[in-house]
């Protein structure tokens, strides 16, 4: 058994996807549009590392739009997506300026929580050791709820 992808519902596409993107840093590798069903999906993976080649594709993103607004509630019971990243103090310098909340701030230089346009928990994780402690990250609070 091999694990294929997550699937989010978005409530916006194109929020989504600059948020996925062009900010967390993801690539849009398919998509799927469906007049019957009037959805479009759009699936993302983390770019391949030279570095980590694995024989297993890394499992992707799979994010659905539907065309017709809907109010997606619940789901308390789903955690959070989690991404090994290569310095998470450029990236959530990254994701602030580009307006996200982050949860909780890379403190230790090892772990940092932010969220996505949809309240989507996205766990980022320093690859190999953390880093040194670096403000103002070492001395922010957590922001918003878990
Ligand atoms: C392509 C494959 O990976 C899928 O997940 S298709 C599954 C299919 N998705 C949809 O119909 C999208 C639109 C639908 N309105 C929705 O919001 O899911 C499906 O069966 N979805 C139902 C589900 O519970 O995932
Ligand atoms: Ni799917």
């Not at 989010?8 to 194109?14: G, T």
């Not at 549009?33 to 993103?61: H, I, N, W, Y």
């Not at 959070?80 to 959530?92: G, T």
């Amino acid at each position: 058994m091999q694990y294929l992808h997550t699937m989010v519902r978005v409530s916006d596409l194109e929020a989504s996807l600059h948020f996925y993107c062009d900010l967390l840093g993801l690539e849009e590798v398919r998509r799927k549009e469906s007049e019957k069903g009037r959805f479009t999906l759009v699936f993302l993976a983390a770019p391949a590392d030279e570095a980590r080649s694995t024989e297993l594709q890394a499992p992707e993103l799979e994010l659905t739009w539907n065309w017709d607004p809907e109010t997606y509630t619940g789901g308390r019971n789903f955690g959070h997506l989690a991404y090994r990243v290569a310095d998470i103090y450029a990236l959530c310098e990254r994701l602030q300026s580009g307006g996200v909340t982050i949860n909780r701030p890379p403190r230790d230089g090892h772990m940092a929580f932010v969220r996505s346009p949809d309240g989507i928990s996205v766990e980022l994780l320093q690859e190999g050791e953390p880093q040194a402690p670096q403000e103002p990250w070492a001395s922010m609070e957590n922001e918003g709820s878990w």
